[in-house]
């Protein structure tokens, strides 16, 4: 019954589906620990624990991968961010977030009752999130409120523009002022090669369901040595449970299938730059349709890409579907992810496309634009 | 690779999986939705709002069959357990739990830095935890703290001597102090009929993993009309996104499966007393053996037995592998579930086994039994 609601055979062009995808070995890891507690068969007291499958294993991998000196398990990135906020932060503290952040990241600030500073982007059309900005809004807090946040986060690439921002001159910064530094990778750990120590940063989150291309919800928050003691506090009565974790977090087969995925990492960030380039060919091409625009930073340097439509708007308006008609058209094109009836603009990943798929989603949106300019 | 490590052929004795096993038309939602965001296809500003698959109308479903005013997908009752905590209680604040809860729940406290008074249980062999000794407990609160305790936990069946506890005198009792009752139904709803509204529960978490058979992490809490507002609080800035949820929690195949499971529970929790004749069943025929004893309330009203068996431990003293004989053996007759080395005691489940492999059980227990006694 639910089987008609998936969408395997088709090209998915939503950005949060795009990194997750699974290949058919992980589909069958998956099912291999699908029943309850499998992952917990031979638990050894707690999840970071369990060498059978080899999850003790996973995290210094993990650590490894992501250059962290801790790493835990969390049920995805906002979890995460909810954790660092939850134990870094009183009610009323003061953190600096990025305005490009996910929301998310605003509601977690809401759940720790913080109070928000956001820095600024630059106006239209790049939205980006400049150091520059990020040092003003610090010296503003520390002007208004006397003293310095007690957190800073930065979206490391946004799910709007898909801009990639300077982690490294940002996590300088905020050295330089003594704040803590979270970065948000959701977007780029498991894409492109993320380094937690060459970036700088003290609190990484990773969505393992956006990005790791594994079944969620799973994500990683990486730990730097200096807070090691706050996050992976024991129970007082349990000693080997995590406070922070209540004990474990993802007792599922998403768990397994990371290990299993893990080692297959370091290729698929080592071929990031082929992914760059499909985004750029895409954004090329179809810029070249009509009155088409990449919003965000130019040139990609991510598979995310926000594209201004008016051309297929005005399209839209003289159609007999009104602005159904262009997910309609590539529907029929085995090519899905649009909100239906959204024309003005919409955002879009190329990632893990094959360039014969890039080339066959540049024809159809090129064989729908032609074909409806000649029915006027 | 991870194959090896997985059980499936085996009859798994280990009372946190017992609940959890899913059948083959649960494994094929849980494949179709493998993928990261699967889930979130149609997403429509929030997962409870999702209309394809129909998550939304799940959530009603979900409060009708659990009783409950609202429901909310959590990744497992834990995370149930804290959010209701963190909510309600500042640190320092008092809370009730009764001393057989899981060790989960400890935790949770420790991690809104509550202060915890338990209730006792009664003496060995039956660890019971009684209405008396709750409301004593809360007697001794109020004398020592000059007020009632800001929440009341109590473990509806609990994870070492599966008791089943009189959770609708116990609620009373909160209701005559005023003491908002959360219900810990881990090990009961989705396998024997829980009505948040019947036993007087102002909170209920469920743990779908362990109880609902499909894969994790997923659970449930039930919330009743009076604390609505404080757990279904909306972000400002985003009027769709919860708090409480960071927006939305287990946006995963875990939620699909529920989906397809729950029109099947009304009929298996309905089935419920068959299993605790199993369980009785199994009691009656280990006591035989020689001195082994069902530990906790007799008769059993669930299928979590714990079993004391100084026979057996007698049996490894002289046993060349010692107290690893057990295990083996039983690995030898395709039977899991029990921790290497253990004799002294251990805890099984028989849910869920047919009444085929209950009696190939008892066989198994008697057959290793008699030829061990032989080869004396």
């Not at 809401?110 to 239209?124: D, F, H, I, L, N």
């Amino acid at each position: 019954m639910l089987n008609r609601y998936r969408e395997e055979y088709f090209i998915n062009l939503n950005p949060i589906q795009a990194g997750g995808k699974t290949n058919s070995l992980i589909r069958k890891v998956a099912t291999n620990f699908v029943d309850g507690y499998s992952i917990c068969d031979y638990c050894a007291g707690a999840l970071h624990r369990i060498e059978k499958p080899p999850v003790c294993k996973l995290i210094i991998d993990l650590a490894k991968f992501l250059g962290t000196d801790e790493v835990v398990l969390t049920h995805g990135a906002r979890e995460g961010k909810f954790m660092v906020m939850n134990l870094l932060l009183d009610p009323g503290d003061v953190i600096i977030i990025d305005s490009n952040r996910h929301y998310s990241t605003y509601v977690a600030t809401e759940g720790v009752k913080a109070r928000v500073y956001e820095v600024p982007c630059t106006s239209y059309p790049y939205f980006e999130i400049t150091p520059d900005a990020y040092e003003e809004t610090i010296k503003e807090i520390i002007k208004k409120e006397g003293t310095s946040p007690k957190l800073a986060l930065l979206t490391h690439v946004d799910g709007d523009y898909g801009n990639l921002t300077n982690a490294l001159e940002i996590s300088s910064i905020c050295k330089k002022y003594e704040i803590p530094f979270l970065l948000n990778a959701a977007y780029t750990a498991g894409r492109m090669k993320v380094n937690a120590k060459e970036l700088g940063v003290d609190f990484l989150v990773c969505s393992c369901h956006k990005s790791f291309g594994i079944p969620g919800p799973l994500g990683i928050l990486g730990i730097s040595e200096k807070y090691k003691d706050i996050f992976l506090k024991k129970s007082e009565k349990y000693p080997k449970k995590d406070i922070s974790l209540l004990g474990c977090t993802s007792r599922s087969a998403s768990t397994a299938t990371l290990i299993e995925t893990l080692p297959h990492l370091e290729n698929r960030v080592e071929n990031y730059e082929e992914e760059v380039e499909k985004a750029r060919f895409f954004v090329e091409r179809m810029e070249s349709l009509g009155e088409i625009k990449q919003i965000g930073v130019k040139p990609k340097k991510h598979d995310l890409i926000r594209l201004e439509t008016p051309f297929l708007y005005e399209m839209g308006l003289k159609h007999r579907k009104k602005g159904y008609f262009l997910y309609e058209e590539l529907q029929d094109r085995g090519i899905t992810g649009l909100t239906p009836g959204q024309t003005k603009w919409f955002k879009i990943s190329t990632y893990g496309l094959t360039w014969k798929q890039v080339k066959y989603l540049v024809g159809a949106f090129e064989e729908i634009v032609h074909q409806e300019t000649n029915n006027f």
